[in-house]
């Protein structure tokens, strides 16, 4: 086992329009943006997955136009998260899998099973939900995390069940969702989502410097003091960590997301 787990620094997405001659340089073809992001970037949050369903072919262009060190992050689509009874989410569960995720090979990140701000947590609710998500699909291990918003999932319940799959609870940088920064897989996600436009990296220098601190952190297995945790932290070992910036500030999001990359690089 190595001493540090790889940190992988990105964004939602690649096709915005803003970003055009801000990070992608002037007259550049859209169809090579997603090769440019993957030149400098290290990772991509995958939106698109959650409002339909793609193609083989598609994942496997997509993977054909990135670096062997690149990894696709895959929104969970909102059939299977949107429902009164998450239990029945398994027909959903499946049919995103069997679409062509694994096309991705070596490039497929972790799945993020995102869940509305009125979902509330029910032990017995939840408990079904992980029930359904496996380990592995078509030869590939499957790595899962959870975004909540609500601030009923603070509970040790919650993070028990999810220790005990193994599945990762995303840390959400937000003025409004809940914050939840316990470790429960054997990797570490976190959305930061406080960016300002008015930065030209999004975020301030020191706030990057303390990102990159955490990161290195979580990275080397253990839990950043100045994060909140439900319970105690688990046995320190090696996570990869993925950090994607999301949303507020997007204008600013590859800039911060590369500002990151130089520091965790250092």
């Known amino acids: 086992m190595t001493k540090q787990g790889k940190i992988y620094v990105g964004i939602g997405g690649w096709t915005y329009e803003p970003w055009r001659g801000v990070f992608y340089p002037k007259g550049l073809p859209h169809a090579r943006e997603l090769e440019y992001a993957g030149q400098h970037l290290t990772s991509i949050e995958v ?83 992980l029930d359904l998500l496996p380990e592995t699909f078509d030869g590939h291990r499957l790595r899962h995390v959870i975004e909540v918003r609500h601030d009923s999932f603070k509970a040790p319940a919650f993070i028990a069940m999810c220790r ?5 609870i995303c840390y959400a940088e937000h003025d409004t969702y809940t914050e939840i920064a316990d470790i429960t897989g054997d990797f570490v996600y976190a959305r930061l989502q406080k960016g300002e436009e008015k930065l030209k990296a999004g975020y301030p220098p020191k706030a990057l410097d303390a990102w990159a601190e955490r990161a290195k952190t979580w990275a080397s297995g253990g839990a950043p003091k100045d994060l909140p945790l439900i319970d105690k932290a688990p046995k320190k070992a090696p996570r990869d960590t993925f950090i994607y910036f999301i949303h507020e500030a997007k204008v600013r999001a590859p800039a911060a997301a590369m500002a990151l990359i130089e520091r965790v690089s250092d």
Do not use: H, M
Not at 164 to 168: D, E, L, M, P
């Open 164 to 168: 005990k799959a193994n599945v990762a």
């Open 47 to 129: 939106n698109g997955t959650f409002y339909r369903t793609q193609t083989p072919k598609t994942f496997r262009s997509w993977a054909d136009q990135v670096p062997d060190t690149f990894v696709f992050s895959l929104k969970g689509p909102r059939y299977a998260v949107n429902r009164r009874v998450l239990s029945e989410a398994g027909d959903s569960i499946k049919r995103f899998l069997e679409s062509g995720v694994t096309e991705l090979g070596k490039k497929l990140g972790p799945l993020l099973w995102q869940f509305a701000p009125t979902k509330k947590f029910d032990e017995a609710d939840f408990g079904g939900f």
